[in-house]
């Protein structure tokens, strides 16, 4: 039998680099961090989750600059990280675009990568933008607006040792926990 190659409007496509088309997290918009983690390990089992509240960043969105505070809490289920994130103030960003104050849904999917531009550039040659994008520390990250497509955005990752420890921690959490005990944790070491 023949190898099938996808044809899209645009031309054929080609494979993609496994990294960007492994998700290694999924993301929810919550209007109550602490009380979504709570109720994600009292219905799932799913935790700890490891909080990283009030995170203030400088962003463009959709071309503008913009300042965002949100909150995020993560926990690792598997293979996939799951992300819950809080934003704490009504500026225009790529989480308000899809849920208003108030609202609560899956957001995103998230891929984690070591070429960024490559990753990005996969993304924009098909037409869609960067809803948000930012630095965290030296880290680049973005949301691609690909919910016409997928329901929802991709968040793009760069790779970088700070985050590798990061999600060290949390997975590790996860693998040694008790399913009980301190459900929701500090997600910066004290």
Known sequence: MA????????GEMSALPTEQRRAMQSAWVVDDIEAACLKWVETTGIGPFYIFPHLQLEVSYRGKPSTIDFSVASAQAGDVQIELIQQHCDTPSAYRDQFKRGEQGHHHMAIYVADYDAALAHYTNQGFVAATAGLFGEMR???????DAIGCMIEIIQHDP?????????????????????PIRQGMPE
């Open 3 to 10: 190898a099938l190659r996808l044809v899209t409007g645009k």
């Open 141 to 147: 990250f973005c949301y691609v607006d690909t919910r």
């Open 162 to 182: 700070i985050q590798d420890a990061i999600f060290e921690r949390i997975s590790e959490g996860a693998k040694n926990w008790d399913g009980v005990t301190d």
